[in-house]
């Protein structure tokens, strides 16, 4: 499940941390954090879309096609909160929620998830 892995590293340090922080509520004030969760959540809905095919094809891990799929809605919606005005860190609990409900289910299968933060070209 490295796709899984790569989105789930991918959300907790873009979108998750400054959320929680309170630097998603206002994204006029912080631009640059704002643009980098918007990135991340691209990379992580397309990382989410390549995992909820291993999951399809996999007898395996066939319990999870339904959480990811719940998973790639909500951040879209997360999206759209963040477009239209901000994000509150309960607007990304739900997710983080969701990302510990798969991880669990998918170490309950035999395949544990193992968070990946990609690379940034900056650091």
Same mark, same amino acid.
């Given at each position: 499940?490295?796709?899984?892995?790569?989105?789930?590293?991918?959300?907790?340090?873009?979108?998750?941390?400054?959320?929680?922080?309170?630097?998603?509520?206002?994204?006029?004030?912080?631009?640059? =954090?704002?643009?980098?969760?918007?990135?991340?959540?691209?990379?992580?809905?397309?990382?989410?879309?390549?995992?909820?095919?291993?999951?399809?094809?996999?007898?395996?891990?066939?319990?999870?096609?339904?959480?990811?799929?719940?998973?790639?809605?909500?951040?879209?919606?997360?999206?759209?909160?963040?477009?239209?005005?901000?994000?509150?860190?309960?607007?990304?609990?739900?997710?983080?929620? =969701?990302?510990?409900?798969?991880?669990?289910?998918?170490?309950?299968?035999?395949?544990?998830? =193992?968070?990946? =933060?990609?690379?940034?070209?900056?650091?």
């Amino acid at each position: 499940m490295l796709h899984a892995g790569l989105a789930f590293g991918a959300f907790h340090r873009w979108i998750y941390k400054p959320a929680k922080a309170g630097d998603l509520s206002h994204p006029l004030e912080h631009k640059f =954090t704002t643009v980098k969760a918007a990135l991340a959540a691209a990379f992580v809905y397309h990382e989410l879309k390549l995992a909820l095919a291993d999951a399809q094809a996999s007898p395996t891990l066939s319990k999870l096609v339904a959480p990811i799929t719940d998973l790639q809605n909500k951040l879209h919606d997360l999206a759209g909160s963040v477009k239209s005005g901000g994000a509150s860190p309960a607007d990304v609990a739900g997710l983080d929620t =969701t990302v510990s409900s798969i991880k669990s289910q998918a170490a309950a299968a035999g395949q544990p998830i =193992t968070e990946q =933060t990609p690379a940034t070209p900056s650091g």
